[in-house]
């Protein structure tokens, strides 16, 4: 098992920036891939973003492109979402996940975190 932990959501005005983190433990051979996910009220979940391990290899939405980054610590077991320009369609709960291949579809991913709220004001 993985355990997923995300930190760092809130409310921000449009145009400000955000930093989301997130810290894996338990079976962390199983994290070869971390992405994150968002899910707005009423909307399926997106994905955002992914990034591999060792190499570092990463994915964007063509939503976020140039205004998040992605980035990990396989030291620490920790990656994190900076995400700049914040717009209000950002607005969602934003879910870290662990997955052994990239994909952007989210039934590739084992594991979640519980999500933390973005909120992004007008």
């Known amino acids: 098992q993985v355990q997923l932990d995300e930190s760092g959501g809130g409310l921000v005005q449009a145009g400000g920036s955000l930093r989301l983190s997130c810290a894996a433990s338990?079976?962390?051979?199983?994290?070869?891939?971390m992405g994150w996910f968002r899910q707005a009220p009423g909307k399926e979940r997106e994905f955002v973003t992914a990034?591999?391990?060792?190499?570092?290899?990463?994915y964007y939405a063509d939503s976020v492109k140039g205004r998040f980054t992605i980035s990990r610590n396989d030291a620490k077991n920790t990656v994190d979402l900076q995400m700049n320009s914040l717009k209000p369609e950002d607005t969602a709960v934003y879910h870290c996940?662990?997955?052994?291949?990239?994909?952007?579809?989210?039934?590739?991913?084992?594991?979640w975190g519980q999500g933390t709220q973005v909120t992004v004001s007008s």
């Open positions: 996940a662990a997955a052994l291949l990239p994909s952007t579809d989210p039934k590739m991913y084992a594991y």
């Open positions: 338990g079976r962390t051979f199983s994290t070869r891939v």
């Open positions: 990034i591999e391990r060792s190499g570092g290899r990463t």
